[in-house]
C-alpha cells in the first residue's frame, strides 16, 4: 500500500517563527489531507490539496503531486498551533485514507 | 453546522460488557468509516461504508461490528470488549469517498476497557 512519511517528527519553536512541514508519499493520490491534532486529541481538518497551492490564513500549503510530496507552511507561529500535524492520503477506490505518523509542534512563549 | 458527531466524548467501561459508540454526520455524505488511533501504530481504519446497507472491513476489524440503515448514522459495536480495545476512535464521512472535499472527523471518543 501506499507509504507516507513525515518529517520532522519533533519540533521545538519559539512564538512568532515560521516552519515548513513535509510530507512525502509513494504513489499517486487523489486524495491528500493536512490535519490538525489538538492537546485534546481533536482532528482539525486544516487542507484539502491532492495538488496545488492553498492558504487559510498563518497557514498554507502546497502539493506537487508528479513529484510526491506537499508542505505546510506556518508562519508567525502562536502556541495555540502546538499539537501534532497530519498529512493524509488516498490514492484510490476504497482504499482507506493513509495517515503519516505526524509532527509534533512545540510552540514556546 | 456541517458536522460529524460521535458519542460519548468519553467512555470507562468493563471487560466483556457491549458497548456502542455513536456516529451521525449532516452533510448526506455517503461514505463513513471508523479509526482508531493508539501510540506508536497511528490512526488505523477499522470499517467502512460506501453508502445505506453497505459496509467492508478496514484494516483492523477484529472485535468490532458496523450497522449502516441511514444514511447519516454509522455507529461502531463492540460485542465483548476487551483492555487491548482501549483507544481513541474517530468516526469520519465524505462525499464521493474523499475525492473533491476530503474527509471529516468527529471529535473522537477515548475508549477505556478496564
Known amino acids: 500500500g501506499i507509504q507516507v512519511e513525515q518529517s520532522p517528527p519533533d519540533l521545538i519553536l519559539q512564538e512568532g517563527a515560521n516552519s515548513t512541514l513535509r510530507c512525502n508519499f509513494s504513489d499517486s493520490v487523489n486524495n491528500l489531507q493536512w490535519f490538525h491534532q489538538n492537546p485534546w486529541g481533536q482532528l482539525i481538518n486544516l487542507f484539502y490539496?491532492?495538488?496545488g497551492t492553498k492558504q487559510n490564513g498563518r497557514l498554507s500549503a502546497t502539493t506537487v503531486a508528479t513529484e510526491r510530496y506537499s508542505l505546510l507552511y506556518i508562519s508567525s507561529s502562536q502556541t495555540t498551533d502546538s499539537g501534532v500535524y497530519f498529512c493524509?492520503?488516498?490514492?484510490?477506490?476504497?482504499?482507506?485514507?493513509?495517515f503519516g505518523k505526524g509532527t509534533r509542534l512545540s510552540v514556546i512563549a | 453546522e456541517a458536522q460529524v458527531t460521535q458519542n460519548p466524548r468519553y467512555l470507562i467501561t468493563v471487560t466483556g460488557k457491549k458497548l456502542t459508540v455513536t456516529c451521525s454526520q449532516n452533510m448526506n455524505h455517503e461514505y463513513m468509516s471508523w479509526y482508531r488511533q493508539d501510540p506508536g501504530l497511528g490512526l488505523r481504519q477499522i470499517y467502512y461504508s460506501m453508502n445505506v446497507e453497505v459496509t467492508d472491513k478496514g484494516d483492523v476489524p477484529e472485535g468490532y461490528k458496523v450497522s449502516r440503515k441511514e444514511k447519516r448514522n454509522f455507529p461502531l459495536i463492540l460485542e465483548s470488549p476487551s483492555p487491548n480495545q482501549t483507544s481513541l476512535y474517530f468516526c469520519?464521512?465524505?462525499?464521493?469517498?474523499?475525492?473533491?472535499?476530503?474527509?471529516?472527523f468527529g471529535s473522537g471518543t477515548r475508549l477505556t476497557v478496564v
Open positions: 493524509a492520503v488516498r490514492n484510490s477506490g476504497n482504499t482507506p485514507l493513509v
Open positions: 490539496i491532492p495538488s
Open positions: 469520519a464521512s465524505s462525499l464521493y469517498g474523499g475525492a473533491v472535499y476530503g474527509y471529516t
